[in-house]
T-cell receptor
Framework: KAGVTQTPRYLIKTRGQQVTLSCSPI?????VSWYQQTPGQGLQFLFE???????NKGNFPGRFSGRQFSNSRSEMNVSTLELGDSALYLC?????????????FGAGSRLTVL | AQSVAQPEDQVNVAEGNPLTVKCTYS??????LFWYVQYPNRGLQFLLK??????LVKGSYGFEAEFNKSQTSFHLKKPSALVSDSALYFC??????????????FGTGTRLQVFP
C-alpha cells in the first residue's frame, strides 16, 4: 500500500515568487491536512480538507491557500513568498476526520526561499 | 485551548538503559493524545495513541506510554533503548475532539540521543 506522496521533495524559490505543493494521500483516505515545520515555530497546522471542503484553517496569512480534488489529492499554494516561509511542509492523510484516527504523514516538501 | 508541553529539548541515554520522554497536556474535556517520531529528512511516523481505556498504551518499536490524568501527563517510555531510537519525538493532542477534526497540536519536540 503506497504511503502519502508529496511532490516536489525539495525546491528553491526567491522572494516574491509563488509555489504549489502537491500531496497524494493513501488510497481510500478522504481527509488531508497540512503542517508547516520550522526550527523556530515547530509544527504548525495549516489547513484540513475532507471531501473537497476545507474543514479547518490555521493561523496563517491569506498568502497560504489550499484545495482538495475529487480524488482526495490536495495542493497548497503560497504566494508572494517571504524568507520566513522557508520550511518543511508536511501533508498527512486519514480515512476520515473522526478525531481518533491516526494521521499518516508524507516525507514532506522542503522549501527554501532565497 | 488544547496544548502539550515537552519540557526537555534533548534526552541522552545509554544503549540498553530505559528511556523516558516527557509530555504534559492541557485540554478541555477528554484528551486524545499521540506520539510521533521523526527521523532525519523524513516525515512523522506514528508510535501510539491514547483515546480511552487502559492507561498504559503499547505502541510500535517497543515503545509505550502511560496516561496519567491526575498529573496531566503522557510520558513515552521504552525499557531498553537502541541506538536506532535516536530521533526527534513529538507529543500531540487532538484539537477539540468534540467535533470531527484531524487537527493536531504538537509539542516542541524532544531530541533523543542514544549512545552506544
Amino acid at each position: 500500500k503506497a504511503g502519502v506522496t508529496q511532490t516536489p521533495r525539495y525546491l528553491i524559490k526567491t522572494r516574491g515568487q509563488q509555489v504549489t505543493l502537491s500531496c497524494s494521500p493513501i488510497s481510500g483516505h478522504r481527509s488531508v491536512s497540512w503542517y508547516q515545520q520550522t526550527p523556530g515555530q515547530g509544527l504548525q497546522f495549516l489547513f484540513e480538507y475532507f471531501s473537497e471542503t476545507q474543514r479547518n484553517k490555521g493561523n496563517f496569512p491569506g498568502r497560504f491557500s489550499g484545495r482538495q480534488f475529487s480524488n482526495s489529492r490536495s495542493e497548497m499554494n503560497v504566494s508572494t513568498l517571504e524568507l520566513g516561509d522557508s520550511a518543511l511542509y508536511l501533508c498527512a492523510s486519514s480515512l476520515e476526520s473522526t478525531g481518533a484516527n491516526v494521521l499518516t504523514f508524507g516525507a514532506g516538501s522542503r522549501l527554501t526561499v532565497l | 485551548a488544547q496544548s502539550v508541553a515537552q519540557p526537555e529539548d534533548q534526552v541522552n541515554v545509554a544503549e540498553g538503559n530505559p528511556l523516558t520522554v516527557k509530555c504534559t497536556y492541557s485540554v478541555s474535556g477528554n484528551p486524545y493524545l499521540f506520539w510521533y517520531v521523526q527521523y532525519p529528512n523524513r516525515g512523522l511516523q506514528f508510535l501510539l495513541k491514547y483515546i480511552t481505556g487502559d492507561n498504559l498504551v503499547k505502541g510500535s518499536y517497543g515503545f509505550e506510554a502511560e496516561f496519567n490524568k491526575s498529573q496531566t501527563s503522557f510520558h513515552l517510555k521504552k525499557p531498553s533503548a537502541l541506538v536506532s531510537d535516536s530521533a526527534l519525538y513529538f507529543c500531540a493532542v487532538r484539537d477539540i475532539p468534540a467535533y470531527n477534526t484531524d487537527k493536531l497540536i504538537f509539542g516542541t519536540g524532544t531530541r533523543l540521543q542514544v549512545f552506544p
